[in-house]
């Protein structure tokens, strides 16, 4: 990928964590292969981007180096330069027990392990819940169109019966080399190939179903747990729930962005809800109970002799439940007097009597 990553997420070179994040989801709900008029590549695209700028370390060599950094197109890719000039080469030696013993016994597994195989793509939904869900948690089942697990070979792509046999793109080492020049000089990178998808090894049949690729698409059910307290907007990360990896890698991971439906009679305010309550003049002048609505239903509350119009009493752990965290907040009930528009003469009488004694 030879474009610019800032420019792929549509972000500023100076975007936090927070725009990098926002940006990647938005895009990546757009151009997701499952949905209509999804593009692969673009998805693709989008991904590697968002891996190198949501990394600090990625971010800061990509900053510099652009894609010739070890960090950019293929983290983990770079295994020496050579002079441009000269033709020279530099050679690294590293000497007993140190960087070439690590090599070593990482890709002596790579075949076995299938280290550094990619894993399955992710993938992203949006739930709505209603205010109450939100604010005691809740239990949502979805239902989404994603890839699942062949189960005739169970993700091993082979047909029953069938043997495997070295790849012969990567000669069974899971892994091919391509070189870049730079100009820095020329680097070698190591990527996960494409063919066998990191294992080393190829069925001799592919798998009738699956077609070799390990995987099918189904409509499938997720049990999402929502916990208390989430905000509008915010994600949920279910690990191994997005599409399987091919060939029985491992499977990406599901986001799931919360909305949160608006409620007529309640307000969020960090861990507390905002109550409005309408109360008549003589309760407001008098004093009396008045009935009022909970995030657990019902209760009366007594109104105090004098209450003021715009009045706030606080009604102790009637809020929301605090997220990763103890107790709940409170409820504020906000008075509203209700005064009357028309008045009987009766009624008149009354309050002139009342304007007449000074009140």
Same mark, same amino acid.
């Given at each position: ?197 990191? *294992? =080393? !090894? ?9 077609? +070799?690729?390990?995987? @099918? $698409?189904?409509?499938?059910? /997720? ?92 009604? *102790? =752990? !009637? ?9 709940? +907040?409170?409820?504020? @009930? $906000?008075?509203?007097?209700? /005064? ?20």
């Amino acid at each position: 990928m030879s474009e610019d990553y800032y420019e792929v997420l549509g972000v500023s070179r100076e975007a936090d964590e927070a725009e990098i994040k926002k940006a990647y989801r938005r895009l990546a709900h757009k151009h997701h292969p499952d949905k209509k008029g999804g593009d692969v590549e673009k998805f693709k695209e989008i991904n590697e981007a968002y891996q190198t700028l949501s990394d600090k370390d990625k971010r800061s060599q990509y900053d510099q180096f652009g894609h010739s950094t070890p960090g950019g197109e293929n983290p983990g890719g770079f295994s020496g330069f050579q002079d441009m000039n000269n033709g020279g080469g530099f050679e690294f030696n590293f000497g007993e027990g140190g960087f070439g013993d690590v090599f070593g016994d990482l890709f002596s597994n790579f075949k076995e392990k299938g280290f550094g195989a990619e894993k399955g793509a992710d993938v992203g939904v949006d739930v709505e819940i209603l205010f109450k869900e939100m604010a005691d948690g809740a239990t949502k089942e979805i239902k989404i169109y994603k890839g699942v697990v062949c189960d005739k070979c169970q993700g091993s792509g082979a047909e029953s019966g069938s043997k495997f046999k070295k790849c012969d793109q990567c000669g069974g080492t899971g892994q091919v080399q391509t070189e870049r020049r730079t100009i820095l000089g020329s680097f070698a990178q190591t990527s996960v190939c494409d063919q066998c998808g990191g *294992k =080393g !090894e190829i069925p001799e049949k592919k798998c009738s179903k699956c077609s +070799g690729e390990g995987k @099918v $698409k189904e409509d499938i059910k /997720i049990e999402i747990t929502i916990p208390a307290g989430i905000k509008d907007g915010q994600t949920i990360s279910m690990e191994g729930k997005g599409e399987p990896g091919e060939r029985g890698n491992l499977a990406g991971d599901l986001y799931v962005t919360v909305h949160v439906k608006p409620d007529p009679q309640f307000e969020r305010r960090g861990d507390d809800v905002w109550y409005n309550a309408k109360i008549p003049f003589s309760i407001a002048t008098l004093g009396g109970r008045i009935e009022i609505l909970t995030l657990s239903g019902k209760i009366k509350m007594k109104i105090p002799v004098g209450t003021q119009n715009g009045k706030v009493f606080k009604l *102790k =752990g !009637e809020g929301i439940k605090r997220l990763h965290g103890y107790g709940r +907040g409170d409820e504020m @009930v $906000k008075i509203a007097v209700n /005064i009357p528009r028309r008045l009987n003469r009766k009624q008149r009488r009354a309050v002139k009597e009342l304007a007449e004694n000074g009140l």
